[in-house]
């Protein structure tokens, strides 16, 4: 199924040719509309080919194709509200210093887009996903590249797509699909491709990062690589509800085998008797999970070896063993070390680097000192969180100082909470300082259109020539600011 470069090619001209169908606001809504209707009503099909294909089990793919298809819809409703065009109209000014000339600024698509699958999420972060989703609705057709852990259910997602397209009178190129490791390069540097979108590893990202930098024309590239998402728990909350915290860790941990990108890779715990106590709630809660089966052969072996690795390094424990479950399947666990060891660099710094599976490193702290002094090493996430006790969250103490401390370090900071679940909501920001992502945009809520779109503003031009959504008496009806004045 491997994409030859002819392949590659006529996918993008195919969709670069299909930019003009998605022009029309309204069409694209009902496009999405349908899109997120058929995969609805094809809901058994696609369930069963991805769990043939990802083990992910019908319960969490249902769950997630129905995440699915209200991201479809949610962007509907923000394409017909048309806020996201961030129309802008000054007319001329001779009074002012310098004199202001008439003025209309707006966005506009940047043209086909590039998706790069995830592994870990078949529908939600693939094919029919957030990156998907968002550039469609901001007029973009897309090529995706599809992941070699679901390439049939993929196939399978790209026919109803285009059938719902077809049914709007857009053609199927809109939506292009192609397959393999050399036809991802190829689509990263094609000229008529003008942005790309990217889920997975650091390493990956990194390479398509670089290429899309080296173009001779560069194209924006908004990469979610990788993140460690750590949490502090501070010592009046380990006292108040080490049961609670504990239990709630090993959930989020655990949960989708700990393949979810957001899930807590390093945790601040405080030595001492709350900080025994917070552990044996965790050691009693992580034993109790089942083994589970990871997305294929190779991120097993990877995390067998990366926990084996972390493991044998000086000073660090294992209460709960993660390992080989079964000849498909692994289990999970935790390491725990002194913090002070990860507090300068040195031999410990693997324990800072994500390992992908149900694994977490626990650093216990002796002081407020030693985990800032962790905090401060750490590189960018997509989150960070903090455990408050009840009058720490009241704000005494250092509740607002700490979460002044996690703000550099993530693009959600979570207060007694856990990381895993990203609600796709308005203003839900999934993305982080690097190597979380490569931008500062999110891939999930939706100012995620905003990746897919470029501002530009005629200055002097006749109200005939003007686009209707720039003209005086906004016959489109959409939000916008009007000589200094916002208008709904």
């Known amino acids: 199924m491997e994409a030859t470069a002819q392949e590659v090619d006529a996918a993008v001209r195919a969709a670069h040719a299909a930019r003009g169908a998605l022009a029309d606001r309204t069409v694209r809504a009902a496009f999405l509309r349908t899109a997120a209707d058929q995969l609805q009503a094809a809901k058994d099909q696609l369930v069963e080919a991805a769990d043939a294909e990802t083990a992910l089990g019908p319960v969490r793919l249902t769950g997630e194709l129905a995440r699915t298809c209200f991201q479809l819809r949610a962007f509907a409703d923000i394409v017909d509200e048309g806020a996201f065009l961030d129309v802008v109209i000054n007319h001329p000014d001779d009074t002012a210093t310098p004199p202001i000339p008439d003025l209309r600024r707006y966005k506009v698509p940047l043209g086909v887009v590039a998706v790069y699958s995830a592994s870990n999420f078949p529908f939600a972060f693939s094919v029919p996903g957030g990156d998907t989703a968002s550039a469609l609705a901001a007029g973009c057709p897309v090529v995706v590249k599809a992941h070699p852990d679901h390439p049939a259910l993929s196939e399978l997602v790209a026919v109803v797509l285009r059938r719902a397209a077809a049914e709007h009178g857009i053609p199927e190129g809109v939506l292009g699909l192609v397959h393999g490791f050399e036809a991802g390069v190829e689509l990263v540097k094609h000229p008529l491709v003008t942005a790309a979108g ?38 009046a909350a380990a006292a108040e509800r080490p049961e609670a915290i504990g239990t709630g860790l090993a959930g989020s941990m655990t949960l989708g085998v700990g393949q979810f990108c957001v899930k807590p890779g390093l945790v601040l715990a405080p030595s001492g008797a709350a900080g025994d106590q917070l552990l044996k709630s965790l050691t009693d809660a992580v034993s109790a999970v089942d083994a589970g089966v990871l997305l294929d052969h190779r991120m097993r072996d990877n995390f067998l070896a990366g926990v084996a690795e972390r493991a044998e390094l000086p ?7 993660a390992g080989a479950g079964g000849e498909h399947t692994v289990s999970p666990g935790f390491l725990t070390v002194p ?21 977490t490193v626990v650093a216990r702290y002796d002081d407020e000192d030693e985990a800032k002094s962790v905090l401060s090493r750490l590189p960018g996430n997509l989150t960070a969180t903090v455990h408050l006790s009840g009058e720490e969250a009241a704000g005494e ?20 909470g856990w990381p895993t679940g990203v609600a796709v909501a308005a203003a839900q920001h999934h993305g982080g300082p690097y190597p979380a992502t490569t931008s ?49």
Do not use: M
């Not at 913090?339 to 694994?359: Q, V, W």
């Open 440 to 488: 500062t945009s999110t891939s999930v809520g939706g100012t995620a259109i905003e990746r897919w779109l470029r501002p530009v503003a005629y200055q002097g031009a006749p109200e005939a020539l003007l686009p209707p959504e720039l003209r005086d008496d906004n016959p489109l009806g959409l939000p916008r600011r009007f000589n200094g004045n916002l208008e709904r």
């Open 397 to 416: 103490g250092r509740g607002p100082e700490i979460l002044a401390e996690l703000t550099p370090l993530a693009g959600r900071v979570l207060v007694n």
């Open 198 to 235: 990217f889920t997975g590893s650091v390493r990956g990202g990194r390479a398509l990062f670089d290429a899309a930098a080296a173009r001779p024309v560069p194209i924006p590239f908004h990469g979610e690589l990788g993140s460690l998402n750590p949490v502090l728990i501070t010592e």
């Open 339 to 359: 913090a002070a060891k990860l507090a300068t660099e040195g031999e410990h710094d693997l324990l800072l680097e994500e390992c992908f599976g149900p694994i």
């Open 315 to 321: 000073d660090v424990d294992s209460p709960v063993t």
